[in-house]
C-alpha cells in the first residue's frame, strides 16, 4: 500500500511539474499573440519596386498622405505629366482618374529623361471612375499596397498611361 501511494505522489508532481509548464506556456504564447508577432504583415518592409526605365524611392505613408520620389529614363522627354497612387485591386486608371483633384501630381514641366521628381498626393485612387477619389487607407501599422501611374505627353504623343512602379508599405 504504501508503494502505491509512493507512486501516486510521483504521478501527482509529474502532472502539476508539466501542467504550470504548460500553463505558462500558454499564456505566453497569448501574450505574443495578442501583440500581433505571429502576423506576417507587421515584419513587411517599406518597398518600391520601378518598372524598367523608370526610378522609385522613399515611399512613406504618414496621416493619409502618400510621398515618394519617381523618375523615369526612357530617352524621351516628358513634356507634361500627371502621377497618381491606385491602391490594389482597381486595375488600370482611366484617363480620367488623372484629373481627379486631391488624387493628381502634376510636376511643373514635366519630367525630363534621366529626371526625378518628389510628389505628394493626399488621397489614393480607388477605381477607374471619375469619381473614384478617396482617402488611402491608413491604419498606423497597416500594410497599404498599390502601384504609381502617370498619364504623360512627350513632343510627340500626348495621353499615354503607364505604370512606373508597385508599392507595398505600411501606413505610419
Request: aromatic fraction near 10%; include cysteine; proline fraction near 2%.
Amino acid at each position: 500500500m504504501r508503494n502505491i501511494n509512493k507512486r501516486a505522489q510521483s504521478a501527482m508532481e509529474y502532472l502539476m511539474t508539466y501542467g504550470w509548464a504548460i500553463l505558462i506556456i500558454a499564456i505566453v504564447l497569448a501574450a505574443l499573440f495578442s501583440l500581433n508577432v505571429f502576423n506576417s504583415a507587421t515584419f513587411l518592409g517599406t518597398e518600391c519596386v520601378s518598372l524598367t526605365g523608370y526610378v522609385c524611392s522613399s515611399p512613406l505613408l504618414h496621416s493619409g498622405t502618400f510621398t515618394a520620389s519617381v523618375g523615369q529614363a526612357t530617352g524621351t522627354d516628358w513634356t507634361s505629366a500627371n502621377i497618381i497612387f491606385l491602391e490594389s485591386g482597381a486595375g488600370t486608371p482611366a484617363a480620367s482618374s488623372f484629373a481627379l483633384a486631391g488624387c493628381v501630381y502634376t510636376p511643373a514641366g514635366g519630367i525630363p529623361s534621366g529626371g526625378t521628381t518628389a510628389f505628394s498626393v493626399a488621397n489614393g485612387v480607388t477605381g477607374t471612375s471619375a469619381s473614384s477619389c478617396n482617402a488611402i487607407t491608413n491604419t498606423i501599422g497597416g500594410t497599404v499596397t498599390g502601384s504609381i501611374w502617370a498619364y504623360y505627353s512627350t513632343a510627340s504623343s500626348t495621353g499615354l498611361i503607364t505604370e512606373l512602379a508597385t508599392v507595398s508599405l505600411k501606413g505610419t
